[in-house]
């Protein structure tokens, strides 16, 4: 024997039971109390970068007064000109030298002992009362000219004496001696004297 079910039948279909309100109420002060919370951190949060950006302000005045001070203390320093003059000399000096350098350089062996050991003689020998302004040692040395002064006439020859014992110019022949006396020194003579080539050695 057959029985048959009807699981249509309203009776058997499970109603779902609607939310009382007391649930309700619960549900929604829950999310009353979640919003809250939420609130209450974003303020919070927002107080607290406030503050922070306020001391950040204050350390950034502080710091600024700081450099103002320090740069009244210690202003920009100016360019001594002294300083400036003796760099423009020095700077000078190099530069001399190393045009001295190079001169000698471009030179061979041969002329630059030749050069030095009339630098040398020079030195070594020299006159009271006579002093040499320019020193001009061409072509490898073997045209020469020198310029210089003395305090009397008679010292010129007197030097140029010693120079020929001390055979500083061995083997040079001079085509040109220059005598110029000063109007306010008359005893003061200024001379130029050049050479030729060199015809022995």
């Known amino acids: 024997m057959y029985q048959q079910i009807n699981l249509y039948q309203t009776v058997l279909i499970k109603k779902s039971e609607p939310l009382q309100a007391k649930q309700a109420l619960w549900i929604l002060g829950a999310l009353l109390i979640c919003l809250l919370l939420i609130g209450a951190f974003i303020a919070k949060t927002k107080d607290d970068l406030q503050t922070e950006?306020?001391?950040?302000?204050?350390?950034?005045?502080?710091?600024?007064?700081?450099?103002?001070?320090?740069?009244?203390?210690?202003?920009?320093?100016?360019?001594?000109?002294?300083?400036?003059?003796?760099?423009?000399?020095?700077e000078k000096k190099l530069e001399g030298q190393r045009d001295v350098m190079e001169f000698f350089s471009g030179q061979n062996l041969g002329n630059n002992q030749s050069i030095l050991e009339t630098l040398d003689g020079l030195a070594r020998h020299r006159s009271k009362g006579v002093w040499l302004r320019r020193i001009s040692l061409l072509n490898g040395g073997r045209d020469v000219q020198l310029s210089g002064s003395a305090i009397l006439a008679q010292q010129i020859p007197e030097y140029l004496q010693l120079l020929g014992e001390k055979k500083i110019f061995s083997g040079q022949v001079f085509s040109r001696l220059a005598l110029n006396r000063l109007e306010e020194n008359a005893d003061q003579v200024d001379f130029n004297l050049d050479s030729k080539e060199k015809v022995m050695r």
């Open 53 to 90: 950006s306020a001391e950040l302000d204050q350390q950034q005045q502080v710091v600024t007064d700081n450099i103002l001070e320090l740069e009244a203390l210690f202003p920009v320093p100016m360019p001594s000109g002294l300083l400036l003059r003796k760099i423009d000399s020095l």
